[in-house]
């Protein structure tokens, strides 16, 4: 089992930045890639950002591309998004997820690993 721990969330204003971070621990060497996604309430998680864990082609979604970098530190075990030009749109509860496969596109169903969520607050 892999498990992920988030930090990083909290309030800021529209226009500023913040850096979600999210540390694995476990049986890391099963990982293949790992993702955030997001949720507010009433809606479903979707996704954001992912990442090939030993490197490779990254994707976004449409609503934070240009504005949000994932990375990872495989050393450290750890990956990032970091979020500038932040919008109240983008606030939600953002989680880490990971998978030990390739499943094609990232869905919250293809998921085997999650963490906890960290709160991102964005006022306007």
């Known amino acids: 089992q892999v498990q992920l721990v988030e930090s990083g969330g909290g309030l800021v204003r529209a226009g500023g930045s913040l850096r979600l971070s999210c540390v694995a621990s476990g049986r890391t060497f099963n990982l293949y890639d790992m993702a955030w996604f997001r949720q507010t309430p009433g809606k479903e998680r979707e996704f954001v950002a992912s990442?090939?864990?030993?490197?490779?082609?990254?994707y976004y979604a449409d609503a934070v591309k240009g504005r949000f970098t994932i990375s990872r530190d495989v050393a450290k075990n750890t990956q990032f998004l970091q979020m500038n030009s932040l919008k109240f749109e983008d606030t939600a509860v953002y989680y880490c997820?990971?998978?030990?496969?390739?499943?094609?596109?990232?869905?919250?169903?293809?998921?085997?690993?999650w963490g906890q969520g960290t709160q991102v607050t964005v006022s306007s």
């Open positions: 990442i090939p864990w030993l490197g490779g082609t990254t």
């Open positions: 997820a990971g998978r030990s496969h390739n499943g094609g596109a990232y869905e919250e169903s293809n998921v085997n690993y």
